[in-house]
T-cell receptor
């Protein structure tokens, strides 16, 4: 079946512009996670949802970053007034939500954001 | 919050040798420890994981050990092959019911297997 998909795959924007990054999780996956991965580094947690409820947003760097998942499926990560330091690969992951089950997080291909 | 340290940052071995990557974590409440493999330009993929109720888990050439007292866990790859070359990440989280929570990743180990 289809894996996690993200769009756009590449986004180049000018400093000060807003961007919206989209994640389509695997069908039926309840949990959805957003990470940011700098080159040569491990993924850094941003936020996650179970269904439409945002469970933890402690990793969002500041209030320019927000995320939503209004219908419990597709999620959007929005960055307002982008800055050059926001440039990174933004990855989404999804998993099942089974007590005692295999809830492996499957990662998407990522969106490479470049802020000029 | 949780902090995960990973060593070494780079590792070069000859084909057929073993490779060991070590991680330490700081939060004693962490109970789920996955390892991800990331090939160049690709997404991270889970290769093995361990939970705090066991000390060791093996899957063919890959094994993971966990020492809860010392708060460290290790990845062991035996009989390495060139296709094992990649960046490996360890991670830790507090798994509760059906939720893994947020994974805290180490900085990665670049493994090179020379034929």
């Amino acid at each position: 079946g289809a894996g996690v998909s993200q769009s756009p795959r590449y986004k180049v924007t000018k400093r000060g512009q807003d961007v919206a990054l989209r994640c389509d999780p695997i069908s039926g996956h309840v949990s959805l996670y957003w990470y940011r991965q700098a080159l040569g580094q491990g993924p850094e947690f941003l936020t996650y949802f179970n269904y439409e409820a945002q469970q933890d947003k402690s990793g969002l760097p500041n209030d320019r970053f927000s995320a939503e998942r209004p219908e419990g499926s597709i999620s959007t990560l929005t960055i307002q007034r982008t800055e050059q330091r926001d440039s990174a690969m933004y990855r989404c992951a999804s998993s099942l939500f089974l007590a005692g089950g295999n809830n492996e997080q499957f990662f998407g291909p990522g969106t490479r954001l470049t802020v000029l | 919050g949780e902090n995960v340290e990973q060593h070494p940052s780079t590792l070069s071995v000859q084909e057929g040798d073993s490779a060991v990557i070590k991680c330490t974590y700081s939060d004693s409440a962490s109970n789920y420890f996955p390892w991800y493999k990331q090939e160049l330009g690709k997404r991270p993929q889970l290769i093995i994981d361990i939970r705090s109720n066991v000390g060791e888990k093996k899957d063919q050439r890959i094994a993971v050990t966990l020492n809860k007292t010392a708060k460290h866990f290790s990845l062991h790859i035996t009989e390495t092959q060139p296709e094992d070359s990649a960046v490996y990440f360890c991670a830790a989280s507090i798994e509760n019911g059906g939720s893994q929570g947020n994974l805290i990743f180490g900085k990665g180990t670049k493994l090179s297997v020379k034929p």
